[in-house]
């Protein structure tokens, strides 16, 4: 946005401003006026005084927002809320953390709803009534793409594992690692991502044996180890958009991801990626067994189509569809 000559800028939390630096520290914008942080609503109130609209990003966002409005007379700014997830689902019906995630959609008078997958959209309408607007999802190109890969007589799987997000599934996650690596679907190498030996441990899991755990990854590392994989398994219960699906793909990977939620909008089962009911493991081994079964040319068409599906979703689309949505363009 800020390319396309819009003064836009991320105002965050000081207490994840510094990992949120460091996390993106690539971006000129990050050292250039374009992030800023805040301490309390009257922090935040101050900083968006000047601001035509004011998104939020999270539930807890929604609701810093409303204090500062409510709490700021003349406040001239209009509200979006950018749904990523739909965040009642991260908690237990009946705590007071679902209940701040359900009334997230409540607060914001005149609000501007939006996300970038029809299924996210689909839950707002259908939970809230709410008229969300769908946008363009967008990947760094620039960091997540193809490169040419020699021959090899191996093929290579990943998979990312969260064991603090139950959602993620670690533990089936690592069931289907194993059996990849006890070569129940012929030859391959396994790795995976996202956690570290002591996580593991810490959550009572154990690493398969075979397994090659690579850690926690910077970006630029994730898409590196990508375009080195065949196959990404994303086994979560759902994913909203299914951003590291999309990521891979970019990268000339081929990705399994669940059949529930929003990756259903770049991957069709069988022509440029597999999807499953990731709730059921025969359904994900069957789904695995044929994506480890293409010979070079259906893999090669495949990636190919994985990456024209994903091909438009550039941070320049997705900006312009924002700033539409938002009555800015």
């Known amino acids: 946005m800020r390319d396309l000559g819009v003064e836009a800028r991320i105002l965050i939390n000081r207490n994840?401003?510094?990992?949120?630096?460091?996390?993106?520290?690539?971006?000129p914008w990050i050292s250039d006026g374009g992030l800023e942080a805040f301490d309390t609503w009257k922090d935040l109130a101050a900083l968006a005084a000047e601001a035509t609209v004011v998104v939020a990003t999270t539930n807890t966002s929604v609701h810093t927002i409303a204090e500062a409005i409510a709490n700021t007379r003349g406040a001239a700014f209009r509200t979006g809320y950018y749904v990523q997830d739909y965040e009642p689902l991260f908690y237990s019906a009946g705590s007071m953390d679902h209940a701040t995630a359900v009334s997230s959609f409540a607060v914001l008078r005149g609000c501007t709803y939006f996300a970038k997958t029809s299924w996210l959209t689909g839950m707002v309408r259908a939970a809230h009534g709410h008229d969300a607007q769908q946008v363009l999802p967008s990947i760094d190109h620039g960091?997540?793409?193809?490169a040419r890969r020699p021959p090899a007589a191996r093929r290579v799987v990943a998979a990312m594992v969260r064991p603090s997000t139950p959602r993620r599934a670690p533990r089936r996650t690592l069931r289907m690692l194993d059996r990849l690596a006890r070569g129940e679907f012929g030859p391959v190498d396994v790795l995976a991502f996202g956690t570290t030996a002591e996580e593991m441990e810490g959550f009572g899991l154990e690493?398969?044996?075979?397994?090659t755990l690579l850690g926690r990854l910077r970006q630029a590392e994730v898409a590196e180890m990508l375009?080195?994989?065949?196959?990404?398994?994303?086994?979560?219960d759902y994913q909203a958009f299914g951003r590291t699906a999309a990521e891979a793909i970019a990268c000339g990977c081929i990705a399994l991801a669940p059949a529930l939620g929003g990756a259903s909008?770049?991957?069709?089962?069988?022509?440029?990626?597999?999807?499953a009911d990731t709730t059921d493991e025969a359904a994900v081994a069957s789904a695995t067994r044929r994506a480890l079964s293409l010979s070079e040319a259906e893999?090669?068409?495949?990636?190919?189509?994985?990456?024209?599906?994903?091909?438009?979703?550039?941070?320049?689309?997705?900006?312009?569809s924002e700033l539409r949505v938002l009555g800015l363009a």
């Open 299 to 320: 893999l090669r068409a495949m990636r190919l189509a994985g990456m024209e599906a994903v091909s438009g979703f550039t941070p320049v689309r997705a900006a312009i």
């Open 207 to 211: 690493l398969p044996d075979g397994v």
């Open 265 to 275: 909008d770049f991957i069709t089962d069988g022509v440029n990626g597999f999807m």
């Open 16 to 27: 994840n401003a510094e990992g949120f630096r460091s996390l993106y520290d690539r971006f």
């Open 143 to 146: 960091l997540y793409r193809p």
């Open 227 to 236: 375009r080195a994989t065949d196959l990404f398994l994303d086994l979560s």
